[in-house]
């Protein structure tokens, strides 16, 4: 069975750093064609798809938010860190980790953390 | 990017009776297309991938159909559990994205 939750600050200031943490279970990021992703939904809004990291380390970020994105994985700990810098009041969103399935071209997410919300405020 | 537009961004329907959702492409995505249905306050859950393939444990009742531009979700007898919000989301392409959503809403 695939789970994954995340962890991290509910409140957070204005340009400081976020770091999220994902951790999962049922599968391992080191079976080739796996990754996970984080994707994000402000309140009321839709889904917006933020990083992904693979098994072999491979990352990609959203193009809009890259400069300030960085994704990493401890596949011992079963976990994946996303870091968000320089945050504003619009990065307010739940955040969500997703696991993305082995099969090549299959960039779509089957499992689903319950997702956390990061208030940016002052 | 690829934009994704879904229509309508409401739709009222009564328990029993059929809905259909619709989501256009900016450009062609070929048949990668996954449709979510996301209930208030839970993530979103996988329905459909591959446009047209239901997930792991979706009933018989949702339904996708579509390549290319032009896609459609389909469920055949709305149930109660189904009033939900809507997503479909490319993955044909860098990166992937998500429509704005379909609410179905109780007529």
């Known amino acids: 069975q695939i789970t994954l939750k995340e962890s991290g600050p509910t409140l957070v200031k204005p340009t400081q750093t976020l770091t999220l943490t994902c951790t999962f279970s049922g599968f391992s990021l080191s079976t080739s064609g796996v990754g996970v992703a984080w994707i994000r939904q402000p309140p009321g809004e839709a889904l917006e798809w933020l990083a992904l990291i693979y098994w072999d380390d491979d990352k990609r970020y959203s193009p809009s938010l890259k400069s300030r994105l960085t994704i990493t994985k401890d596949t011992s700990k079963n976990q994946v860190v996303l870091t968000m810098t320089n945050m504003d009041p619009v990065d307010t969103a739940t955040y969500y980790c997703?696991?993305?399935?082995?099969?090549?071209?299959?960039?779509?997410?089957?499992?689903w953390g319950q997702g956390t919300l990061v208030t940016v405020s002052s | 990017e690829i934009v994704m537009t879904q229509s309508p961004a409401t739709l009222s329907v009564s328990p029993g009776e059929r809905a259909t959702l619709s989501c256009r492409a900016s450009q062609s995505v070929s048949s990668n297309l996954a449709w979510y249905q996301q209930n208030p306050g839970q993530a979103p859950r996988l329905l459909i991938y591959g446009a047209s393939t239901r997930a792991t444990g979706i009933p018989a009742r949702f339904s996708g159909s579509g390549s290319g531009t032009e896609f459609t979700l389909t469920i055949s007898s709305l149930q109660s559990e189904d009033f939900a919000v809507y997503y479909c989301q490319q993955y044909n392409n860098w990166p992937p994205t998500f429509g704005q959503g379909t609410k179905v809403e109780i007529k």
């Open positions: 997703a696991h993305k399935g082995a099969a090549a071209g299959t960039l779509y997410f089957g499992y």
